[in-house]
T-cell receptor
Framework: KAGVTQTPRYLIKTRGQQVTLSCSPI?????VSWYQQTPGQGLQFLFE???????NKGNFPGRFSGRQFSNSRSEMNVSTLELGDSALYLC??????????????FGPGTRLLVL | DAKTTQPPSMDCAEGRAANLPCNHS???????VYWYRQIHSQGPQYIIH?????ETNEMASLIITEDRKSSTLILPHATLRDTAVYYC????????????WGAGTKLIIKP
């Protein structure tokens, strides 16, 4: 079974631009979570989507948004990019079955550099 | 804030067992202990998780103390490819599935 895939893998943007990152979960997984990883703050939760609805949200400004499609694929968008948004953005999926549905499996990440 | 405490770094000789400790003294009865590792800037890799009983899979063993306030991840025969940052995380059985990450333990396997 293929793992979580994320595109693009690397991205360079300039301040003020916006960016959209994509995540395809493991086949059959219905929940997608997004995390940001920076050297200073470590891994931080952004939000989780299930059945096209945001179920949980971390402490990030409204410039960070996401959505999920009916096929469970998800995108996250960052508007008005700032230098501090440079990070590794990670997507994780889980099955959401009652038993064994809790484990999240991560993709390789998208490395975003804001200049 | 993360609910776990781990040593910032550890060394282990190749071929020996690597034992990584984790303290989670405030864990509640409905929380799992999860272990992930991250090899240099790749996505975190799931290793193992447990609730009360010790667990073993093809990658590692997880030993949870009887009072559940601490656990140890055991890599039985460490290889150079096991060099990574290892994260111990607690999260509830149901409800909020977000993972709250600490700084983890940087494990270096030496030849």
């Amino acid at each position: 079974k293929a793992g979580v895939t994320q595109t693009p893998r690397y991205l360079i943007k300039t301040r003020g631009q916006q960016v959209t990152l994509s995540c395809s979960p493991i086949s059959g997984h219905r929940s997608v979570s997004w995390y940001q990883q920076t050297p200073g703050q470590g891994l931080q939760f952004l939000f989780e989507y299930f059945s096209e609805t945001q179920r949980n949200k971390g402490n990030f400004p409204g410039r960070f948004s996401g959505r999920q499609f009916s096929n469970s694929r998800s995108e996250m968008n960052v508007s008005t990019l700032e230098l501090g948004d440079s990070a590794l953005y990670l997507c994780a999926s889980r099955p959401t079955q009652i038993r064994g549905g809790e484990t999240q499996y991560f993709g390789p990440g998208t490395r975003l550099l804001v200049l | 804030d993360a609910k776990t405490t781990q040593p910032p770094s550890m060394d282990c000789a190749e071929g020996r067992a690597a034992n990584l400790p984790c303290n989670h003294s405030t864990i509640s009865g409905n929380e799992y202990v999860y272990w992930y590792r991250q090899i240099h800037s790749q996505g975190p890799q799931y290793i193992i998780h447990g609730l009360k009983n010790n667990e073993t899979n093809e990658m590692a063993s997880l030993i949870i103390t009887e009072d559940r306030k601490s656990s140890t991840l055991i890599l039985p025969h460490a290889t150079l490819r096991d060099t990574a940052v290892y994260y111990c995380i607690v999260r509830p059985l149901v409800g909020n599935y977000q993972l709250i990450w600490g700084a983890g333990t940087k494990l270096i396997i030496k030849p």
